[in-house]
């Protein structure tokens, strides 16, 4: 059996901030069509790495490829924490922002797109919040916002960062409804996660990191306590002043 194609792939990847690194050397790659989870110790550079993906942030060293429509081709949703919730923008303003890589920043909105916004709205069941500032609404519902502007971006490639933190159960399970549908559509959903319970039984496919790729894979092999323990283990051992580490020689 001939395994997926790679919708990303690392090539001795290292990225970090003012020139200290956050992932060093990271090889491999994410199969299309396959949810995958992204965890590890806090400290461990998963969201610097969906960071990296998404074009957020350029690499020290190494590549990252992207498959099929390349970057045009990501959708990106940040942790609710690094969302301007202060901002006077209603529910609808909001999730329109997710036809932008098909309208532009100053495209008009018809009866057409109109459609599309509240027919995404409802499917995250915030059908009536339309006109509800987001600063008005809980951490579920806002959740749920985000989720509603990635459907408009019809992205080939999903990048979730921490989507369920500090959202209740009803609001976690409808939104993995909709990251199964992604999946049948043959989407390819990548998820840094802390719940380890609920990348077991959604997640086939796991990379555990701890600043260095500690193990990749199905994720019954993955998530198991030696790795867990040796990521911990890299974690509290790293230099956190440590310059850029030079490129292996081959």
């Given amino acids: 059996m001939t395994s997926p194609a790679a919708a990303i792939e690392f090539d001795d990847l290292t990225l970090g901030y003012d020139r200290h690194p956050a992932v060093h050397h990271l090889g491999g790659r994410i199969a299309r069509g396959v949810p995958t989870a992204i965890v590890g110790p806090n400290g461990a550079g998963k969201s610097t790495l969906l960071k990296g993906i998404a074009g957020l942030l350029t690499p020290l060293s190494g590549a990252i490829r992207v498959g099929g429509r390349g970057r045009r081709g990501i959708a990106y949703l940040p942790q609710i924490s690094e969302i301007d919730r202060g901002f006077p923008v209603s529910v609808f303003d909001f999730v329109a922002m997710g036809l932008w890589g098909r309208i532009g920043a100053f495209g008009g909105i018809g009866r057409a797109e109109r459609g599309e916004i509240a027919a995404a709205i409802a ?6 919040f339309e ?3 987001i600063g008005t609404l809980s951490g579920g519902q806002m959740q749920r916002t985000q989720f509603a502007r990635l459907i408009l971006q019809n992205a080939e490639t999903l990048l979730l960062d921490e989507p369920f933190n500090a959202v209740d159960q009803p609001t976690t399970a409808d939104l993995l409804d909709l990251v199964d549908r992604w999946r049948d559509e043959g989407r390819t959903v990548v998820a840094v996660l802390h719940d380890l319970d609920l990348v077991r ?6 990379m555990l990191l701890a600043r260095e790729l500690v193990a990749a ?11 867990l323990a040796a990521a911990q283990r890299m974690i509290e051992a790293f230099d956190n002043h440590a310059h850029v580490c030079a490129r292996p020689m081959a």
């Fill in 131 to 133: 006109a509800r500032p």
């Fill in 201 to 206: 039984r959604r997640f086939p496919q796991t």
């Fill in 217 to 227: 894979g199905p994720t019954a092999e993955v998530v198991g306590e030696a790795n």
């Fill in 123 to 128: 499917a995250v069941g915030l059908a009536g």
